[in-house]
């Protein structure tokens, strides 16, 4: 008989986020095994049969519309209330209850309650997957401090979901490190599943429209890709272009959304960096395209503290082979030591922030011609479908245990 699981995701197939990135190659690893996978997600109800042709197999529930960016603590506190209630009433009004596994993703932690809860009333083996740690990603990203009234909440939150988890799945080696010092994960199985890259991005034709539209064959082109954020800090990437805004042979560009954007297209207006050019998010054909033709990839977090993330775009940036500039601390600084091909600084000090782009642009010759041993290097040890087949495995051999 195939098992069964139900997996709570904030984002979902057709949405391009490094959240559905990873739950997308894990439900497919799981299809090739013949699993019954069901999908509780936001999403607008007429994509749902767009992602169950593209995956036989699944079923995708609907538990809000697409994920829109809340303003301020309050909307996305009522808003994930909001999944969290949908989440009970979809499982109740479908009545499924012969689920072997059901897994809850972060970053949103209170939704994953709803699972919590689901697992816990029907004795369903539990995997929680983390790939942000509450509340402490908040302390690092200085959103609230570690005596406030959020922080007490979402500790208890946190707490609650490791001590009930069967599983914990996480990003990093440095997550583990951080999760088993905590004591509601003491004795807790603690599985690493790298995000990694998704190896099919390199069969993806380059797109004509997106190479019009951006106009990539016209000067050297630095580009960000993803959320724009706060947690991305691009104040700093558009400081960097205004200290460039006289170099007619740079273009610098920012291709996303996210809470942060219009912020930083306000910032950027104000400071003067007009050589700074801002796109909405394009398809991930586009993006191989961009990386095909970017000189550097700007990949960025907010704080010199977040140093248990590596940014999904990192991964990327260097599986097309594009020199990147990092700036973060801790474990992300790991692929750049392995493929030497970029550079690194500390959130904290633009000023080594621009000095280091300095050096990597003048390194960029040199680089051009390791673009193909990188690309198979990232492909050789950092394959996302291969970290999701690995995870595959160790759920079946707990179940059977």
């Given amino acids: 008989m195939s098992k069964k699981i139900l997996i709570q995701t904030k984002t979902f197939f057709p949405k391009v986020t490094p959240e559905s990135k990873r739950i997308y190659s894990i439900v497919e690893s799981l ?17 749902c049969k767009e992602a169950e042709t593209l995956l036989p197999g699944i079923r995708v529930f609907p538990i809000a519309n697409q994920c829109v960016h809340n303003k301020g603590i309050i909307g996305r506190l009522f808003y994930n209330f909001r999944l969290y209630m949908n989440t009970l009433l979809i499982f109740k009004k479908n009545g499924f209850k012969d689920y072997d596994v059901v897994l809850a993703t972060s970053p949103e932690i209170l939704p994953c309650l709803a699972i919590r809860k689901i ?27 570690e005596k406030s009234p959020q922080s007490i909440i979402f500790n208890h939150v946190a707490n609650a979901l490791y001590k009930s988890a069967s599983l914990i799945t996480t990003v990093s080696s440095e997550k583990i490190s951080k999760l088993k010092d905590k004591r509601a994960c003491i004795n807790k199985d603690i599985v690493l599943i790298e995000n990694g890259f998704d190896e099919r991005m390199l069969e993806l034709e380059s797109d004509e429209d997106t190479i019009k539209k951006m106009n990539l064959k016209d000067k050297n082109i630095v580009c960000f890709i993803g959320n724009v ?18 170099n007619e042979s740079l273009r610098f560009l920012v291709v996303g959304k996210g809470s942060d954007k219009a912020n930083v297209i306000s910032y950027a207006h104000r400071v003067g960096a007009d050589n700074v050019e801002f796109f909405d998010p394009i398809s991930q054909r586009g993006i191989a395209t961009l990386l095909r033709h970017a000189k550097i990839s700007y990949v960025s977090l907010v704080s010199d503290s977040m140093i248990d993330s590596i940014p999904t775009k990192l991964y990327e940036s260097l599986g097309f082979g594009c020199p990147t500039l990092l700036v973060a601390c801790g474990s992300s600084r790991s692929l750049i030591d392995a493929t030497q091909h970029g550079l690194y600084a500390r959130p904290s000090s633009f000023s080594e922030i621009k000095e280091t782009f300095g050096r990597l ?22 394959s996302r ?17």
């Avoid at 291969?386 to 245990?401: M, P």
């Fill in 229 to 246: 954020g706060f947690a991305q800090g691009l104040k700093k990437y558009i400081d960097l272009a205004k200290e460039y805004s006289l």
């Fill in 31 to 47: 299809l090739k095994r013949g699993w019954e996978v069901h999908i509780y997600t936001s999403i607008n109800k007429n994509n």
């Fill in 361 to 382: 642009l003048k390194l960029l010759p040199s680089l051009e011609s390791k673009k193909s041993y990188i690309a198979e290097y990232i492909l050789n040890n950092y």
């Fill in 119 to 145: 697992a816990k009333k029907n004795k369903y083996f539990f995997v929680f997957d983390v790939r942000d740690i509450w509340p402490d990603v908040a302390f690092e990203m200085r959103s609230f401090t």
């Fill in 385 to 401: 479908n291969r970290n999701s087949e690995r995870f595959a495995d160790i759920l079946i051999q707990k179940l059977n245990v």
